[in-house]
C-alpha cells in the first residue's frame, strides 16, 4: 500500500523559500502516474499548485507558476517542493498527494500534511 | 477560468438525514468532477470520481450525479462520523486542477 509522508520546515520567513519533500513507500515513484502537491491556508478551501510525472515532466497552477519548482528524486523514492518569494498568503497546510494512475485527476492517496508557517 | 460553486457552504442535519449538497461549474465540464471528505485536522479523502462512481471502500451511503454544469452529492443517512467538510474538485486536460469553495457538514 503505497504511503505519502511529507517533510521540512514549519516556518519560513518572508521572501525567503519553502522547501519541502514528500517521501513515497510501499511503491515506487517511477510507476507511470503523476504526484502532486496541494495547500490548504487555515480555515480555507483546497488549492492544487502542480504535479509531476515520473519522467520529470511537471504541470503546474497558472497562479503559482512563476514562483514554483517540483522534482523528482527517484535515487530517493521522493519528489519535492519549492515555493519562491513567500508571503503570509502562502502559510498552509501543505499535501502530497497521488494522482490516480491511468485516470482523469483525482488524488486518491494524500500525505497527513504539514503545516509551514511564513513569518519573520 | 472554470469556476466551481458549491451549495450550501454549511448544513447541519439530525442523524440519518438524506444530506445533499450541489456543485455548479461555470461550463460544461461533462463528468470532470470529483468529491472529497475531508475530517478536522485530517487530509481530504476520495469518495465519488468522475460524478458518479463509488470509490472502493466508501460506504454506499454515498453517491454522486450529473453531468456538463450542475452536479449533486447525496448522503442517503447521514451518521455521525460524516461530520466534515466535503469539496468538488474538477479537472481537465491542460491540466487544470479547481476545488469547489467547500460544504461544512455537521449534526443537529
Known amino acids: 500500500q503505497v504511503q505519502l509522508q511529507e517533510s521540512g520546515p514549519g516556518l519560513v520567513k518572508p521572501s525567503g523559500t519553502l522547501s519541502l519533500t514528500c517521501a513515497v513507500s510501499?511503491?515506487?515513484?517511477?510507476?507511470?502516474?503523476?504526484w502532486s502537491w496541494i495547500r490548504q491556508p487555515p480555515g480555507q478551501g483546497l488549492e492544487w499548485i502542480g504535479e509531476i510525472f515520473h519522467t520529470a515532466r511537471t504541470n503546474y497552477n497558472p497562479s503559482l507558476r512563476s514562483r514554483v519548482t517540483i522534482s523528482l528524486d527517484k535515487s530517493n523514492n521522493q519528489f519535492s517542493l519549492r515555493l519562491n518569494s513567500v508571503t503570509a498568503a502562502d502559510t498552509a497546510v501543505y499535501y502530497c498527494?497521488?494522482?490516480?494512475?491511468?485516470?482523469?485527476?483525482?488524488?486518491?492517496?494524500w500525505g497527513q500534511g504539514t503545516m509551514v508557517t511564513v513569518s519573520s | 477560468d472554470i469556476q466551481m460553486t458549491q451549495s450550501p457552504s454549511s448544513l447541519s442535519a439530525s442523524v440519518g438525514d438524506r444530506v445533499i449538497i450541489t456543485c455548479q461549474a461555470s461550463q460544461d465540464i461533462s463528468k470532470s468532477l470529483n468529491w472529497y471528505q475531508q475530517k478536522p485536522g485530517k487530509a481530504p479523502k476520495l469518495l465519488i470520481y468522475?460524478?458518479?462512481n463509488l470509490e472502493t471502500g466508501v460506504p454506499s451511503r454515498f453517491s454522486g450525479s450529473g453531468s456538463g454544469t450542475d452536479f449533486t452529492f447525496t448522503i442517503s443517512s447521514l451518521y455521525p462520523e460524516d461530520i466534515g467538510t466535503y469539496y468538488c474538485?474538477?479537472?481537465?486536460?491542460?491540466?487544470?486542477?479547481?476545488f469547489g469553495p467547500g460544504t461544512k457538514v455537521d449534526i443537529k
Open positions: 468522475d460524478a458518479s
Open positions: 474538485q474538477h479537472y481537465d486536460s491542460l491540466p487544470r486542477v479547481t
Open positions: 498527494a497521488r494522482n490516480r494512475p491511468n485516470s482523469g485527476t483525482m488524488f486518491d492517496i
Open positions: 510501499g511503491g515506487s515513484i517511477s510507476v507511470n502516474n503523476w
